[in-house]
């Protein structure tokens, strides 16, 4: 912006030097001179101003600021950016013949050719709000200004110095080719406005592009100008968004040739098959790729290989008012007179040497053919015309503001005779119109137009040069919301698969594995990890942990149900258990039957029949609860699986209490300090004792099971991948006191059968208790920590083992020897046989 401030100043100060001198000598200021410019006009009751880059100024006179500068003078005339100030001049006069539209006011125009130089824009500027009268007597600055408002400038830079200034005094100006971003800042640009979308939406353009093929590793390329730089700048965010990288990013030199050799060499060892740029010169970097024989190169350009190009529009009639432009003898049209002059190659007679043809205003321009006269790709003039209407009606539907309701101070409207340029601001951000092609124009919050692109392609045509055809559109603003429409089939891919490249740092990781980024390089470069257990990943590159009752599948692409685990009749171990269970009943009632059989029997009497059935009732239920175990858990078997088991082996229990104290008792009797101790433990004490000890059990099960009750639980803590269907235990309180009442009737009857051990007898029953309980024991004290660190179904198991185990530990050591006995010794089943012993130690 040092530039734009050198030049603020230099023209403040050639033309406030100038008025100030004459306003002392008069009440008018009389104007010193003028830069010259070459421009068209045409007086009207409305002027509107136009800045175009017509000729080219290639090397600017030096300001000394000594002495009064040198007039610039343009050389390389462009016809396409005649074509475009020809438009403007073409929508004026169809406005002008449109009853309809400003009706009763003659729209006029000052246009103006910038050069191609910032300096010669600015000055352009100036005299297009200054005025070019020669003498000024309105000291009070009042009355319109000259223009209304300015169409131009093309150049994104030109725009950005202009607009600064103009905004200055709100002077709206609309560019027609200015794309930079930055332009969209309403706080520095106030009343700038455009009908090409900004750069900010033509790269979002492209990345719609670059996404829709699944481009994500690109090279960019960029021109060291404002249009580049903010281009760039917003390519890279924006492709940070879409998930992709940037794989290199160089600046284009202008005149550099070994920076554009080592920008080839980076294109060349990049591994990017798709390369954006941002420049309006690609040529000198073209001519090194193409000797270096650079192929394999997708090119993604403002209007280039595949890209996007601004909107291409048609305009009825212009071809027909291009073809009749003549010039005329108004000096301020000078810039027609150039045209003419290189359209036919002459000169006027006023600036002819000797031997260069002389024009005679008789040349025809139906015979030629070149970019003045093409209107098959009007891009940048369809851009000019949709300003000049914008321009039109704003002004239009300032005309039909009625006085008290209007959109200013008292709700008062603008005076067409004193208009001033911020009241044209308000009108123009409100415009919304359709254009005769169909598209619609309007501005948004930041003067910006609808963004809306063709998609174009290189296409080879049979004479071997290249046709330009448009594959598609980019519209944010389509009604049915998609984006970017392409007819793929349509395209050309200059490739020998005819298909579109792949350009990815590293191909997308299939399904079950995530992404892993290597150290040091872009996102889009990664390596393929697989998930962990119980997660899994899609396209995305992400895993995702399963719901809490689903498990990865194998190739962990989808979420499967876990499987349910619990001890089933199928199970082999299910199977095994139960088989024990029931023989363990079997066993029960087989001795049952025995020693029903032989119930009148010394081994059976002398044991306290009643007691020994007691017992093994209580086993046989102890044997059967262990199928409660067993099978899917329910609310019932939940709660009746402890409550059973618990029960069972206290009735067991006790019974083997109170049978180690009757053989006490017994012991104690044959004595003669001992003969009332029977008294205390006859049939109804036993039976009372056992029926109180069990009562003690039912009674904490019942308040167990009716407080915080065995439920059915589907844990996934003990195994992630699958779901243990068990049964809570509810309280762990509860739980505790019924295995510790058992152990504390096991424990009192060990110890009294421990102390009972060696009672006279040949049959001594307190020996065979102590082995009983110490085996009963042991097992429920192994049980615990195999218990706890069992997972699963193997924790039921263990459960049930220790029952079967302690149960059958029980039925062998009271039972066994007695059956032995009884079936394969009978003779030993006798009064004498048994008090034998008791005898000879006497």
């Not at 600021?65 to 438009?87: G, L």
């Not at 490739?495 to 992404?515: A, D, L, N, Q, Y």
């Not at 012991?667 to 004490?685: D, H, L």
């Amino acid at each position: 912006m040092w530039i734009t401030l050198n030049i603020c100043l230099y023209l403040s100060f050639y033309y406030n030097s100038a008025f100030f001198i004459s306003a002392f000598n008069s009440d008018s200021c009389q104007s010193q001179g003028h830069f010259k410019l070459n421009g068209m006009y045409q007086d009207g009751n409305v002027i509107i101003g136009g800045l175009f880059e017509i000729q080219h100024l290639k090397v600017f006179p030096e300001l000394s600021f000594r002495m009064k500068p040198e007039q610039p003078k343009c050389e390389e005339f462009y016809m396409s950016s005649f074509q475009q100030a020809q438009t403007m001049v073409f929508a004026i006069d169809e406005i002008n013949k449109n009853p309809k539209l400003l009706p009763n006011i003659t729209l006029g125009y000052h246009l103006y050719d910038n050069c191609l130089k910032l300096v010669v824009a600015f000055r352009a500027a100036t005299t297009l709000i200054s005025g070019t009268e020669e003498t000024f007597s309105n000291l009070n600055c009042t009355g319109s200004p000259p223009v209304i408002a300015i169409v131009g400038d093309p150049g994104s830079t030109h725009s950005i110095a202009v607009s600064s200034v103009l905004g200055l005094f709100r002077v709206p100006m609309i560019s027609y080719y200015a794309t930079c971003s930055c332009l969209s800042d309403r706080k520095k640009y106030p009343s700038f406005f455009r009908t090409i979308p900004s750069d900010a939406f033509q790269v979002r353009a492209m990345v719609q592009i670059l996404k829709y093929f699944g481009w994500t590793w690109v090279g960019v390329l960029y021109s060291d100008d404002d249009y580049g730089i903010y281009a760039a700048q917003s390519f890279q965010q924006e492709m940070q968004r879409f998930g992709g990288c940037v794989a290199f990013s160089e600046i284009i030199p202008y005149d550099n040739h070994r920076d554009i050799q080592r920008i080839v060499t980076v294109i060349k060892a990049s591994t990017a098959r798709v390369v954006v740029a941002f420049s309006t010169d690609l040529l000198p970097l073209m001519d090194e790729l193409l000797l270096q024989n650079v192929t394999g190169r997708q090119w993604i350009a403002s209007e280039g290989t595949l890209g996007i190009a601004i909107r291409r529009g048609e305009i009825k009639g212009l071809h027909e008012f291009l073809l009749r432009l003549h010039p005329d003898s108004d000096p301020r049209n000078h810039l027609v007179r150039i045209f003419w002059e290189n359209m036919f190659g002459c000169k006027f007679e006023n600036g002819s040497k000797d031997g260069e043809k002389i024009c005679t205003v008789q040349e025809d321009l139906n015979s030629t053919v070149n970019e003045y006269n093409d209107v098959s790709e009007l891009r940048a003039s369809y851009n000019v015309y949709k300003a000049v209407y914008a321009l039109a009606h704003a002004l239009h539907d300032l005309m039909q503001c009625e006085q008290g309701r209007g959109p200013f101070s008292d709700n008062s409207c603008a005076d067409i005779t004193n208009l001033q340029p911020w009241q044209m601001v308000h009108y123009i951000q409100k415009v919304n119109f359709t254009t005769g092609f169909g598209d619609h124009v309007s501005f948004d919050e930041n003067g910006d137009a609808l963004a809306i692109y063709d998609v174009m392609n290189w296409h080879p045509s049979s004479v071997g040069s290249i046709v330009v055809r448009t594959v598609g559109v980019v519209n944010e603003g389509a009604a049915t919301g998609k984006v970017l429409t392409l007819v793929e089939d349509a395209i050309y891919w200059n490739f020998e698969t005819r298909k579109p490249p792949r350009s990815v740092c590293s191909e997308s990781c299939p399904t079950g594995t995530r992404r892993a980024t290597r150290k040091g390089l872009p996102v889009c470069c990664f390596d393929c990890l697989p998930c962990a257990d119980g997660e899994i990943s899609n396209t995305s590159g992400e895993c995702t942990v399963c719901p809490n009752e689903f498990w990865s599948s194998p190739e962990k692409n989808r979420c499967i149900p876990k499987a349910v685990e619990f001890l089933s009749y199928g199970d082999p171990l299910g199977i095994s258990l139960t088989t024990a269970s029931l023989l363990g009943s079997c066993f029960c009632a087989l001795v049952m039957v025995i020693f029903t059989h032989h119930r009148n029997t010394p081994v059976v009497r002398a044991n306290n029949s009643e007691l020994s059935f007691l017992l093994l009732l209580s086993l046989k239920l102890c044997f059967l609860c262990v199928l409660l175990f067993i099978g899917r858990p329910q609310l019932w078997t939940c709660q009746l699986r402890h409550a059973m088991f618990g029960i069972s082996f206290v009735l067991c229990v006790s019974s083997i209490l109170v049978k180690t104290m009757v053989v006490i008792a017994v012991f104690k009797s044959s004595r003669p300090e001992g003969k009332s101790a029977m008294k205390w433990f006859g049939a109804a004490q036993q039976r009372g004792t056992v029926v109180v000890l069990t009562a003690v059990q039912v009674v904490i099960c019942a308040v167990w099971l009716s407080t915080a009750s065995p439920t059915p639980h589907k844990n996934i803590l003990y195994i992630r991948s699958k779901i243990v269907y068990e049964c809570a235990i509810g309280s762990v309180t509860g739980f505790a006191i019924l295995l510790g009442y058992i152990g504390l009737l096991a424990a009192v009857s060990f110890l009294l059968a421990f102390l009972a051990r060696n009672l006279p007898d040949n049959f001594n029953e307190a020996k065979f208790i102590t082995f009983s309980m110490l085996i009963f024991c042991a097992v429920w004290i192994a049980f615990i920590p195999a218990y706890v660190s069992s997972p699963g179904k193997y924790a039921v198991a263990v459960e049930i083992f220790a029952i079967l185990a302690s149960s059958f530990g029980l039925l062998g050591a009271i039972f066994a020897p007695k059956c032995y006995i009884i079936i394969l010794h009978p003779e030993r089943n006798t009064k004498k046989a048994i008090m034998g012993r008791t005898g000879k130690n006497k």
